[in-house]
């Protein structure tokens, strides 16, 4: 079966830097998304990889291994608006994302 | 402005009552997609569809029905059949002439059934 694992939740505190990771096992690969998803509203897309390597862009980047079945997205200098939940998602060979269950980050001042 | 529009953002029914859910995009997107998400779930595809008067049940399509009968509207209606309705539910359209196919979503319907 196809399958994303990332941590239920995690706990920060304002300025600091956090990872979170996202491991997978799907039918094919097609590229690897991140989204934020503020409590109560609609996902927001933040990052796309489909090849190795980092993608920085401002205080986010997103990290990809396909050999791992593995990617991460960092956040630095933290911020209070970014408590939040970010999903992680993989489109399969069928063009279809399948979602992790997301992390809830909390940041504390 | 571009973007995606579900209404209502709450919506009340009652148990054994077909409820239907609104989604437009002005995106000019060819794809549109129905998820649900619960707590603790990752979301779930209930229906997408790739092109104006044609769809596809995605994996939990059971006590659903959409039709597409214009590009810009995707209206999902929750049947009586569907046996645990109560949910978040998202839209999202994608433009597949761009490689990434990104995602874009509406601000969500969220749905209870009394």
Same mark, same amino acid.
């Given at each position: 079966?196809?399958?994303?694992?990332?941590?239920?939740?995690?706990?920060?505190?304002?300025?600091?830097?956090?990872?979170?990771?996202?491991?997978?096992?799907?039918? @094919?690969?097609? @590229?690897?998304?991140?989204?934020?998803?503020?409590? @109560?509203?609609?996902?927001?897309?933040?990052?796309?990889?489909?090849?190795?390597?980092?993608?920085?862009?401002?205080?986010?980047?997103?990290?990809?291994?396909?050999?791992?079945?593995?990617?991460?997205?960092?956040?630095?200098?933290?911020?209070?608006?970014?408590?939040?939940?970010?999903?992680?998602?993989?489109?399969?060979?069928?063009?279809?994302?399948?979602?992790?269950?997301?992390?809830?980050?909390?940041?504390?001042? | 402005?571009?973007? /995606?529009?579900? +209404?209502?953002?709450?919506?009340? %029914?009652? &148990?054994?009552?077909?409820? =239907?859910?609104?989604?437009?995009?002005?995106?000019?997107?060819?794809?549109?997609?129905?998820? %649900?998400?619960?707590?603790?779930?990752?979301? %779930?595809? /209930?229906?997408? +569809?790739? *092109?104006?008067?044609?769809?596809?049940?995605?994996? *939990?399509?059971?006590?659903?029905?959409?039709? %597409? &009968?214009?590009? &810009? +509207?995707?209206?999902? =209606?929750? =049947? +009586?059949?569907?046996?645990?309705? =109560?949910?978040?539910?998202?839209?999202?359209?994608?433009?597949? &002439?761009?490689?990434?196919?990104?995602?874009?979503?509406?601000?969500?319907?969220?749905?209870?059934?009394?």
């Amino acid at each position: 079966g196809q399958n994303i694992d990332q941590p239920t939740e995690m706990t920060a505190t304002e300025g600091a830097i956090v990872q979170i990771n996202c491991t997978y096992q799907t039918s @094919g690969f097609n @590229g690897l998304f991140w989204y934020q998803q503020h409590a @109560g509203e609609a996902p927001t897309f933040l990052s796309y990889n489909v090849l190795d390597g980092l993608e920085e862009k401002g205080r986010f980047s997103s990290f990809l291994s396909r050999s791992k079945g593995y990617s991460y997205l960092l956040l630095k200098e933290l911020q209070m608006k970014d408590s939040a939940s970010y999903l992680c998602a993989v489109m399969d060979s069928n063009y279809q994302l399948i979602w992790g269950a997301g992390t809830k980050l909390i940041i504390k001042p | 402005d571009g973007g /995606i529009t579900q +209404s209502p953002k709450y919506l009340f %029914r009652k &148990e054994g009552q077909n409820v =239907t859910l609104s989604c437009e995009q002005n995106l000019n997107h060819d794809a549109m997609y129905w998820y %649900r998400q619960d707590p603790g779930q990752g979301l %779930r595809l /209930i229906y997408y +569809s790739q *092109i104006v008067n044609d769809f596809q049940k995605g994996d *939990i399509a059971e006590g659903y029905s959409v039709s %597409r &009968e214009k590009k &810009e +509207s995707f209206p999902l =209606t929750v =049947t +009586s059949a569907q046996k645990n309705p =109560t949910a978040f539910y998202l839209c999202a359209s994608s433009d597949h &002439e761009l490689h990434t196919d990104t995602q874009y979503f509406g601000p969500g319907t969220r749905l209870t059934v009394l």
